[in-house]
C-alpha cells in the first residue's frame, strides 16, 4: 500500500505534468496560428517551407548525411583514444613525467581555446599546401585530424574530471596492497572515472556530429555542403531546413539518452 506521502507526490506529479502539457499546447496554437498572420508569412514560407522543394531535395540529402556519419563514426574512436591518453598524460606524478604532464596542459589550453572552425582551415588548408601527393592532402583526412585535436583536448578534460573524483582513499589502498601505480589506474581508477563521465561525453560526441558540417568548408560534399548546392540551384532555403530536420532526427534521441544516463548516475548516488 502507498504512504499518504507518495500519494500525495503522485498528486502533484500529475498535476504539474498536466500544467506543462497545457501550457505547452497554448504556446504551440499561439505560434502556428499568429506566425501566418504576419505580412511577410507568404515569402518566408516559399522560400524555408517549399513542399516541392523539400521533397525534390530530401533523398540527395540523406544520401550527402551518410558522410556525417562516416566521418563521424571513425573520428569518435581516435578522440576517445587521444583524449584518454591526454587525461592520463595530465594525471602523469612522476618528476620524470612532468614533460609529458605539462604537454598535456599545453595542448589543451590550446585546443580548447581556439575555434573548431579556425583548427579545420589552418590544417584543412595548411597541411595540404606542403605539396604532399594523394591520398596525403585529403580534405576527408585533415578535416578528420582537425576535430580529432580539437575534441580530443575537451573529452581529456572530462576524463581528467571523472579521474580527480576518484577519491584518493582508493589509490592509497589500491598501492598498499602492493598494485603499481600503472595498475591502479588500470584496474582502480579508469573503470570507475570511465563510467562516471559516460553522459559528459556523450554530450560532446553530440556536439562533435553536428560540428562535421563543418568540413564542408574544406571540400567534402556532405550535407551542409550538399544543402547549398540545392539552395543555389534552385533558389531556394529549404534544403537548408530538411538538413536541420535530419540532424535533429540523430541529436535529439541522443541527447535524451544522454540525459537518462545523468538521471541514472544521480540516482545511483542518491
Do not use: C
Amino acid at each position: 500500500m502507498p504512504t499518504r506521502r507518495q500519494i500525495h507526490e503522485a498528486r502533484i506529479r500529475r498535476r504539474s505534468a498536466a500544467v506543462a502539457a497545457a501550457s505547452s499546447l497554448a504556446v504551440l496554437a499561439a505560434i502556428v496560428l499568429l506566425v501566418p498572420l504576419a505580412p511577410g508569412w507568404p515569402a518566408v514560407k516559399k522560400s524555408f517551407a517549399n513542399g516541392e522543394v523539400f521533397a525534390k531535395t530530401f533523398p540527395g540529402l540523406l544520401d550527402a548525411f551518410l558522410l556525417d556519419i562516416a566521418i563521424f563514426a571513425w573520428s569518435a574512436p581516435l578522440i576517445f583514444a587521444a583524449g584518454l591518453i591526454v587525461a592520463l598524460m595530465r594525471d602523469a606524478r612522476a618528476p620524470a613525467l612532468y614533460p609529458l604532464r605539462l604537454l598535456g596542459i599545453v595542448y589543451t589550453d590550446v585546443f580548447r581555446g581556439v575555434p573548431v572552425i579556425l583548427v579545420i582551415y589552418l590544417v584543412g588548408f595548411g597541411v595540404p599546401g606542403l605539396g604532399m601527393p594523394r591520398p596525403w592532402n585529403s580534405p576527408y583526412l585533415w578535416g578528420t585530424v582537425a576535430l580529432v585535436l580539437t575534441y580530443a583536448a575537451y573529452v581529456a578534460e572530462v576524463f581528467r574530471t571523472g579521474i580527480e573524483s576518484i577519491h584518493q582513499s582508493q589509490r592509497a589502498a589500491a598501492l598498499s596492497l602492493g598494485l603499481s601505480e600503472s595498475d591502479t589506474m588500470r584496474y582502480v581508477i579508469l573503470p570507475q572515472a570511465i563510467r562516471r563521465v559516460v553522459p559528459a561525453n556523450m554530450n560532446l560526441f553530440i556536439a562533435l556530429q553536428k560540428d562535421v558540417a563543418l568540413l564542408s568548408f574544406i571540400g567534402p560534399v556532405e550535407i551542409f555542403r550538399q544543402a547549398g548546392v540545392y539552395k543555389s540551384l534552385l533558389a531556394n532555403f529549404t534544403p537548408y531546413v530538411g538538413a536541420a530536420l535530419i540532424f535533429l532526427a540523430v541529436t535529439i534521441p541522443a541527447t535524451r539518452y544522454a540525459d537518462h544516463l545523468m538521471a541514472k548516475q544521480l540516482r545511483a548516488r542518491s
